[in-house]
């Protein structure tokens, strides 16, 4: 059974530097993309970025600047950074893993989420 | 704005069929995954890829694709699948992931 169990900062002034962890228990962690994706309040789900187990990541490109995704292996966890935050990015950030094929690529476990508020 | 367009709402009478639909140049190349979410819960992955329903989704649901639109189907909708639906998959480029702006199924 997998698990992907969040952590981070829940409020945030303007400026400051956003930072997420998730641990991932029970599953392999190599051979999967591990996402980040978020969803401010009342709106959709929007993706922020993924990285894989040797630390290959890719992000939306919209976020690109601001974002780092990191990998530590050995505690099965990835983390999220992103910087200079405004109230534009309060939103429920959600941990996943990516199942990643040749024409398939699907978001099979989720983290619980976790609500951060940017208010000066 | 998504590369994936949904309807943003969607309703269905108690025991009737519905598809949900997805468009978007992308899914030309990829696969969809569909997933619901309740509210205030994070969202269920219900199916993906040609023909894949994770364990546990009952069979009721169920995807399809064509050219440039992915839809899920779901036969005899119950109540309790009154949710938002998003739609994903990889953009044209495959080097990220893009979502559907979601639906929202209400069941009558």
């Known amino acids: 059974q997998v698990q992907l169990q969040q952590w981070g900062a829940g409020l945030l002034k303007p400026s400051e530097t956003l930072s997420l962890t998730c641990a991932v228990n029970?599953?392999?962690?190599?051979?999967?993309?591990w996402s980040w994706i978020r969803q401010p309040p009342g709106k959709g789900l929007e993706w922020v970025g993924e990285?894989?187990?040797?630390?290959?990541?890719n992000y939306n490109p919209s976020l690109k600047s601001r974002v780092t995704i990191s990998v530590d292996t050995s505690k099965h966890q990835f983390s999220l950074r992103l910087s200079s935050v405004t109230a534009a990015d309060t939103a429920v950030y959600y941990c996943?893993?990516?199942?990643?094929?040749?024409?398939?690529?699907?978001?099979?476990?989720w983290g619980q989420g976790t609500l951060a508020t940017v208010s000066s | 704005s998504s590369e994936l367009t949904q309807d943003p709402a969607v309703s269905v009478a108690l025991g009737q069929a519905v598809r949900v639909t997805c468009q978007g140049d992308?899914?030309?190349?990829?696969?969809a995954s569909w997933y619901q979410q309740k509210p205030g819960q994070a969202p269920v992955l219900v199916f993906y890829?040609?023909?894949n329903r994770p364990s546990g989704i009952p069979d009721r649901f169920s995807g399809s694709s064509s050219g440039n639109t992915a839809s899920l189907t779901i036969t005899g909708a119950q109540a309790e699948d009154e949710a938002d639906y998003y739609c994903?998959?990889?953009?044209?480029?495959?080097?990220?992931?893009?979502f559907g702006g979601g639906t929202k199924l209400t069941v009558l």
């Open positions: 029970g599953g392999s962690f190599s051979g999967y993309y």
């Open positions: 994903n998959s990889r953009d044209s480029s495959g080097n990220h992931l893009v």
């Open positions: 996943a893993r990516g199942l990643r094929g040749v024409v398939v690529t699907t978001l099979d476990y």
């Open positions: 890829g040609e023909k």
């Open positions: 990285i894989n187990h040797s630390g290959i990541s």
């Open positions: 992308s899914l030309r190349k990829y696969y």
